[in-house]
């Protein structure tokens, strides 16, 4: 795709050790980069071909690097000058990565040819932002102002294996749009007989019209949603008939136990938009009323609608055509109310419609912006139907205010710190997912000075389960004083014997996998890759003790205790990378 923006694509092979990638593509117009992402270990690197118009090729970024005034580009001990692509020639690339301990080596071929040849630590490899996807275990390819076919990608594990990604669910199968969805497509989940309140919708390609001879009096048609929070409706459309010089599309907006409507094209020359109704004023004549030009047949548009809820009473309504802004207004709730003869069965659903002119809906999208608009239609759940396995990314859901139970938290740059410094009480913290069926648990701590305990606060069998780590010195791990019963009346502890020690300052890798069948549950823990404890025994052995604060047993928390016995004394503990990942059920993001 030719974009100024970082166009990416992530492909579904995951690798976790060394591996040899070979892809073919052809840049067929501009002259900007095109880009390889690249795994390590659990870092990424981003191989850039022909950056800067050419001037440069190389891997990015890596540490070391410096800036070339004369050319304005980036340099560093894979740099390849001039780094050119030619237009319409079809190149080859070939990666071979191999990876001992926490060092990799890059020997990448260019058309049979070496090209780059890089060894180091994983640790001096970065992948910025803007080129992120959504693993460090992931590949990509992509483009920066420029056009790129990408016509062949293989990929072979030379140590351990690739393992596929499992195809995204559809919105349909999912049950619900969030904000991680970004705008989804209404039009995917739309049912003509289920949906449509007047006239007779169809389906065209991708769009949504109405056919003129059964047009009805208000042709309308909800979006299959219910949101609950803010949210934008966006709409591609053309004006297919305007002989009247006046009219447009509409659009609904449910508003908490009312709902407003965006009217477009009215007035005696079409070139007025309004909200309507507001405190009983109609569109031609209320605050919302602002001028527009008509629209025009075969004229192609872009709409969109935001709502804000600013607090329970207060709602925001921005308005923008084709980019610019047509509409802001701010009040109460209460002052709005739909037309009656404007009706969409039960007013909870968004929804579009026409009146005069004839409109087709070229794309009709829902973006949640704050919480979340579970579908009409729930989808079935099939006995054993795949969980989606999508990392869910826990500290970026995190708020600070809701979800801190005891002591000083902070997220800073992407990471959840826990200090004890000038407080007695142990930082603790509710995280803000709630599994329902078997997970996995994933996360890297570094433990600061003093002697911090970590405790994770594991959701097993409708109860919590308690994972200590760092007791004595660092040296035991632990399940889950008191949680686990067992003969001694003051409870056993289930001990880790892995000769792991953690030690302040160092990063650990750690895996928590939880599953439940039947009456049995089992707990394993992975502390950089290997086996750090395992359980598994009856449902009925585990003794109830939630997270402090709590008012769950549904949501996993991490508590952080200083054993120093000072609360001058700094300590604490620094996690990232902080997922968790469903193996059956579904997860739920409670505020």
Known sequence: TATAEPARFMLPGLVSQGYEFTAKFTRTAGEGEVVFILPA????ARLVLSAAGGKASGLHAIVGET???????RRNATTVVPGTLINDQVYTLHVRATLLKQQITFAIDLDGERYIDWTGPITDLSLDAAWSLRGPAMFGFGAADATVLFSSAKLRATTGDVTLMPKPATLAERGSVTTADGFADMIEIWDKVKDVYDGAWLQELSGLVVDRIRRGDNPRTRLPVVPDGDYTIRTRFTCMDNRRGTGGPII?????????MLV??????GNLASITLIDGKDAASNDTTAPMTPFVIDDSHTLETRVIFVDDETVRIQVDLDGKRLIRWEGPIASLTPPATWTFGNGTSPGIGMQLADIRFDSVELRMDKGVAPLVRQPLVKAGATADTTPVEIIKAIDIKKHVLSGTWSVEGGRLVATTIGSTDSPSIVLPVAPNGNYELRAKVIRAAGRPIVQIHLPVAGTI????????????CSLAAPALSGKDPAFRNIISNSAIRLINGNVYSLKIKVETTGDDSSILVELEGKTYLTWKGLNTSLKQSLVPGSVT??????TVTNLTGNSAARSGATFSDLELRMLTGTVKRPN
């Open 252 to 260: 609904y907006l449910p508003l908490k136990g009312t709902a407003a």
């Open 67 to 73: 800036l070339d005034a004369a050319t304005a580009t």
């Open 553 to 558: 047993s549904a949501s996993p928390g991490i």
């Open 41 to 44: 270990g659990d870092r990424q």
């Open 264 to 269: 477009t094209g009215i007035g005696q020359r």
């Open 465 to 476: 389960v308690d994972l200590t780590l760092g007791s004595n010195e660092g040296r035991t």
